[in-house]
């Protein structure tokens, strides 16, 4: 059974960090794209940031971009998102998300429907 476990999510203060993990088991996602997007209550889920299948290259929101960074160990097959200077409007359910194999050794996109596999997410709230 596929599945993507997010974890360390939490309370912060603004101007705060998190780091999240996402855990994959069930398979391997190291030749794939994996992605991180996030829904606030009452909004649209959106794209936070994409890193490629080898952790060559990564993308971001602008809304994130120098604040965020993405990383992955594929040993330990395991995506990452560091989140610095956390701002209230940071504030959401975060899901990491991984590709098909149909999409293996291929770049990331920004768009939710180029994912197969999705956490259930980890609340991050940024309040003081």
């Known amino acids: 059974q596929v599945q993507l476990v997010e974890s360390g999510g939490g309370m912060v203060q603004p101007g705060g960090s998190l780091r999240l993990s996402c855990a994959a088991s069930?398979?391997?996602?190291?030749?794939?794209?994996m992605a991180w997007f996030r829904q606030a209550p009452g909004k649209e889920r959106e794209f936070v940031g994409a890193?490629?299948?080898?952790?060559?290259?990564?993308g971001y929101a602008d809304s994130v971009k120098g604040r965020f960074a993405i990383s992955r160990d594929n040993a330990k097959n395991t995506l990452y998102l560091q989140m610095n200077s956390l701002k209230p409007e940071d504030t959401a359910i975060y899901s990491c998300?991984?590709?098909?194999?149909?999409?293996?050794?291929?770049?990331?996109?920004?768009?939710?429907?180029?994912?197969?596999?999705w956490g259930q997410g980890t609340q991050v709230t940024v309040s003081s």
């Open positions: 998300a991984a590709q098909s194999q149909a999409r293996r050794y291929q770049g990331y996109t920004d768009d939710a429907l180029g994912y197969a596999y």
């Open positions: 069930g398979r391997t996602f190291s030749n794939v794209a």
């Open positions: 890193i490629t299948w080898n952790g060559g290259s990564a």
